[in-house]
């Protein structure tokens, strides 16, 4: 492959102002500790002791249970209210590495490569990753990932993994709608069924402990929320308004999807809806609550979705605007208003899935004038489903 001089110089030194950037980033990361995380490492400390009772004693513990151990696990050997700096630095050579091999595998140029590489290390660097809840930065892949096996008709793992991400953060349940991006309703409510024992499952035995007091946390209003703007009255939000803010947020994520299925663009403009729903909807409207945002625009260029001038336009300002709104920069409502007009402008120009699309597609692979004949494996995964992921599985159950 013939390589211009400035491509092979940057992918001679990619590594170097790699290692320079993590490093830089994870120093200025290190000012104000991260909220809640030597707390939750506490009350994760407790689960691994067996002592469940403890654990959701106090009601402004709002994390999952996973997170809880992740915590525990970030704090081994701090003596402080932030991990150890070789940890800090583990964990961000690790996710590094791991947008890395994603990009390779999918095919993205380097200049690509470098330009997600980049926008990574400024959510490693203050203000971002470890200004908040680190460990519910897996919440957005498990939902891709569960999505994807929704796309192979897979229900059982779809459902799994997004029980799995719920039992990381209770607002992981705003995508619980993503096994829709499938080609079978039914096997995407099982898979949403089974998400939903599995989250029961998870927080049973801490609700059966006798000390189960994650419903009874009462939020003060923030004067700076739509929800403040909207109900100037109001001065605190309790679970019962969480309610209504999880079924607009869920609302909207299957709204999207049911418009652009079948297509792999569901895959990220839905969980981004249900994540800027969230924001919008919310009565503290923290920093932190941008960062589903941040991994979900850098898994989008992660994984090859912008293909086009039109989508790499719009994964930049989606980049920058959710960054901005992180750190404060901007005010969070302009930064919602720049996203939401982006999100709009990308559904208008998208083709909205009807059946008679399908029902075509499905026509032609059935022969058409020629005749009809049976569909076989090869045949499903020429059809247009979400992702392009893998080939369908041919299972009934």
Known sequence: MNRGPVERVLLWCRWPLAAIGLAVASLLARGDDPPDLASFGERGALIL???LSQVYAGSWNQAGPLQLIGARLLMLGSSTDRPLYGIELAVDLALLVLLRTVCRRCGVPLIGQLALGGIALVWLG??????????EVAVVPLWLLAARYAARDSWRPSGLLLGLSALIAPWAVLAFAMPFVGPSR????????LAVAVTVAGY???????HFQLFDYVWLINRHTLVHLVAPGLVHF????RLIQAVGAAGGCLLVIRYLRPGRDALWIAPLVAVLLRILLD???LGYYWLPAGVLVIAAGATGWATSRSKVMTLALLAYVTFFGAVGLVPAMFCLLALAITVLAFLARAEPCSDAKRARSA????????????LTGTDLNRLPLPLGYGPVSNKTG
């Open 49 to 51: 002791q067996g002592h």
């Open 186 to 193: 039914v096997r995407a409510l099982r898979a949403i069924a």
């Open 204 to 210: 049973l035995p801490f609700a059966l402990s006798g």
């Open 238 to 241: 309790s679970w019962g308004l």
């Open 363 to 374: 026509a032609e692979l059935l022969g058409g004038a020629g005749g009809i004949r049976t």
């Open 283 to 285: 009565p503290v409207l």
């Open 126 to 135: 203050p203000n971002g990753l470890w200004s908040g809840h680190p460990v």
